[in-house]
């Protein structure tokens, strides 16, 4: 069966693991939502700053700030701006992420003779990497529309095709991934780490 590794105790299948990550991620990303349109928001005027580098009228003073004038605009909802692709980054992406570790984990590594904290790291790698090709076009689209800069005033699913097919139509594959260095390099490491912790805090908990 699909969701089975086939050994009846052994590991669950990797379709099964990629199935409970995407679920964790999907859930994930109504916590991270609105810390990441705070994020962002404040990120972004450090770009939009007035003359001799103060900032221009209108700019948030702070993360509370960020947090009363959304609520005072749209209501408490309004800090979830951006939940759909924040929603449909996440559970992409860790479903991704996990399956991609557990890929290199059961295949690559003893194709590669890696084993042990090695293996865990080149796994966690792999896995980072994973994550990031699948979901960065969704994490550039999130971004735009938790900003305002995406030029509609819609955040679902309609939204997202659009905004993605005006990135394509402006610079292909390219536009899509602008920026996808800077991430890699933050969460491969980010990535290893997390793993090879996990996996052996696990061990010595038997």
Known sequence: EPFSSGAGTGPPGIPSVMLAAGVAGGVNSF?????????NNLMVQYG?????????????AGAGDVVRRTVAESGVLGLWRGAASTFLRDSFGVAVW?????????HLCPALGLAGMPGLLFSGVVGGFGFWAAAFPLDTIKSLIQV?????????PSAI??????????GGIRRLYRGFGVAVLRGL??????????????????
């Not at 916590?31 to 994020?39: D, F, G, H, K, S």
């Not at 939009?48 to 700019?59: D, H, N, T, V």
């Not at 980010?190 to 038997?206: H, N, P």
């Open 48 to 60: 939009r700053r007035g003359a001799g580098g103060g900032r221009r009228a209108g700019s948030y």
């Open 189 to 206: 490491p980010s990535s290893a780490i997390t793993f090879a912790v996990q996996r052996k805090v696990r061990e010595a908990m038997g």
């Open 148 to 156: 305002g800069s995406h030029g509609s005033e819609g955040t679902g």
């Open 161 to 170: 095709r659009t905004l993605m097919g005006n990135l394509y139509r402006s």
């Open 98 to 106: 996990f399956g991609t570790f557990e890929g290199s984990q059961r």
């Open 31 to 39: 916590v991270v939502t609105p810390v990441e349109l705070v994020r």
